[in-house]
């Protein structure tokens, strides 16, 4: 029956067209289509990088515009003197007489360099919580520590002195180095 089919010569062409037209087809997918997909899927995994590549960045400048708004907390200079002429500033203000300063060996953190003063003072309680007060509401952040308060004897009717000895810490930003 097959025999039969095949001789007949319109069957002979409608099989050799379609056989011509299957081996096109796939002659096509393999040299046009094929390599076209595979192109695609590259450009495809380059377009994914950069777009991780532009999230990355833009989470970086929203990380540095947040970093920035702290800016204003930090010392400018690495310099001790703005950080003594601010405490004797407001111990004046204050009514606090400073006994001694003394600037201390600087020292660094991953991200942070640190002034570091050694203070100590006398006065009386209220002068005292002014001082910390004026500290505290200051435009640059400065952490008071290790203090230690000792009460001299007064005669009676006479607020009692506090000799009053502190170590204050300034921070700047740590200036990174190219490596």
């Known amino acids: ?5 095949f001789r ?5 062409i409608i099989v050799m067209t379609a056989a011509i037209f299957l081996l096109g087809a796939l002659a096509g997918k393999h040299f046009f289509i094929d390599p076209d997909f595979r192109t695609l899927k590259k ?3 380059q377009l994914s990088a950069e777009n991780q590549k532009e999230e990355a960045l833009k ?9 920035k708004s702290y ?15 601010n405490m004797n500033r407001l111990a004046i203000e204050s009514g606090v007489s400073l006994v001694s300063i003394t600037p201390q060996q600087a020292e660094t953190d991953e991200n942070l360099n640190k002034l570091i003063l050694r203070m ?21 952040l400065i952490k008071i520590s290790n203090v230690s308060v000792q009460s001299q004897a007064a005669p009676q009717g ?7 000895a502190m170590s204050l810490t300034a921070y700047y930003p740590r200036q990174n180095t190219p490596a």
């Open 1 to 5: 029956m097959i025999k039969a089919w």
């Open 8 to 12: 007949d010569t319109r069957h002979k």
């Open 43 to 45: 450009l495809a995994g």
């Open 59 to 67: 989470r970086i400048l929203d990380l540095d515009k947040k970093i």
């Open 71 to 85: 800016d204003r907390y930090f010392s400018k200079t690495d310099d001790v003197s703005w950080l003594i002429d």
């Open 120 to 140: 100590e003072a006398r006065c009386g309680y209220h002068e005292l919580g002014k001082f910390f007060s004026g500290i505290e509401s200051g435009a640059r």
């Open 158 to 164: 006479i607020e009692k002195k506090l000799t009053v």
